[in-house]
T-cell receptor, first 112, second 117 residues
């Protein structure tokens, strides 16, 4: 199957860490991406990870990949109100089409 | 600055009318994509094009048409056959020549919101 699944909603307090989870079904995926969408805007690429990596850190963002369980997570440290948005994970398969399969998106609400 | 421009930002369609959404990129990307986003849902692929003068149907192509006459442009027409066109439409592009996660990432425009009059 081609499903990418995410929980729909996460609420955290400002300054806490946020963890957004994603599961995918295709073990042939080559790259996995995290995108951020603010209200009324397009998707902004946040970070990505190769399927042969376990972890990637980029400033406040940490991506963890458990390839055996097909589980991807995005941790945002010291979450700020400006981090409130919808976060999408996406997988790129090994086929040569360039297509990405997106999850439904997780709405992150950051309370002051 | 390089980027993807979608226009208009808001569009209204009358019953029985075809409307065309514009998408232009100056990133020199070969591949372009159209997605539909409904509230509380993820992105669904309508059409994509990997090269000029060629395009393929995505998961929900019925009621839509596209053309790819120029590398920079990938307009989407929402035809009268699309009975539920109200949605947020997103265009994206990606580099198909240089391999790598960053290089192959899709870059998005700011979207067009289409509503029915």
């Amino acid at each position: 199957g081609e499903d990418v699944e995410q929980s729909l909603f996460l609420s955290v307090r400002e300054g806490d860490s946020s963890v957004i989870n994603c599961t995918y079904t295709d073990s042939s995926s080559t790259y996995l991406y995290w995108y951020k969408q603010e209200p009324g805007a397009g998707l902004q690429l946040l970070t990505y990870i190769f399927s042969n990596m376990d972890m990637k850190q980029d400033q406040r963002l940490t991506v963890l990949l458990n390839k055996k369980d097909k589980h991807l997570s995005l941790r945002i440290a010291d979450t700020q109100t400006g981090d409130s948005a919808i976060y999408f994970c996406a997988e790129k398969k090994s086929s040569n089409t360039g297509k990405l399969i997106f999850g439904q998106g997780t709405t992150l609400q950051v309370k002051p | 600055d390089g980027g993807i421009t979608q226009s208009p930002k808001y569009l209204f369609r009358k019953e029985g009318q075809n409307v065309t959404l514009s998408c232009e990129q100056n990133l020199n990307h070969d591949a372009m994509y159209w997605y539909r986003q409904d509230p509380g849902q993820g992105l669904r692929l309508i059409y994509y094009s990997q090269i000029v003068n060629d395009f393929q149907k995505g998961d929900i192509a019925e009621g839509y048409s596209v053309s790819r006459e120029k590398k920079e442009s990938f307009p989407l027409t929402v035809t009268s056959a699309q009975k539920n066109p109200t949605a947020f439409y997103l265009c994206a592009s990606s580099n198909r020549k240089t391999p790598g996660a960053a290089q192959e990432a899709q870059h998005f425009g700011d979207g067009t919101r289409l509503s029915i009059l």
